[in-house]
């Protein structure tokens, strides 16, 4: 059974930081893509953030240079390291996993975990 757990979120004032981290089992971890989206509310989820099986990683224009993500195989963790937040950035961020190439549709990917909120007070 293939689960993906998300931790990390809360409540950060604008400037602030937050590192997201989703905790992958039952899959053979190094052979997905491993992506972040959000969802705002009355907003479509968007994918901001995606590593892939061998490792490269791009990122949603709205989040370039604040966000990374990154992976430690070892632990079956993908993270999401986020500086420099913003009131614009208060969603319920997801983690996800495919077998394909990162693209934006979320119906593309497999496996999902239950989402964490994070909240940017301005």
């Known amino acids: 059974q293939v689960q993906l757990v998300e931790s990390g979120g809360g409540l950060v004032q604008t400037g602030g930081s937050l590192r997201l981290s989703c905790a992958a089992s039952g899959l053979t971890f190094s052979s997905y893509t491993m992506v972040w989206f959000r969802q705002a509310p009355g907003r479509q989820r968007e994918l901001i953030a995606h590593i892939t099986s061998g490792g490269s990683t791009n990122y949603a224009a709205s989040v370039k240079g604040r966000f990374t993500i990154s992976r430690r195989v070892a632990k079956n963790t993908v993270y999401l390291q986020m500086n420099s937040l913003e009131p614009e950035d208060t969603a319920v961020y997801y983690c996800?996993?495919?077998?394909?190439?990162?693209?934006?549709?979320?119906?593309?990917?497999?496996?999902w975990g239950q989402g964490t909120q994070v909240t940017v007070s301005s």
């Open positions: 996800a996993a495919g077998r394909g190439p990162a693209v934006t549709a979320p119906t593309a990917y497999d496996y």
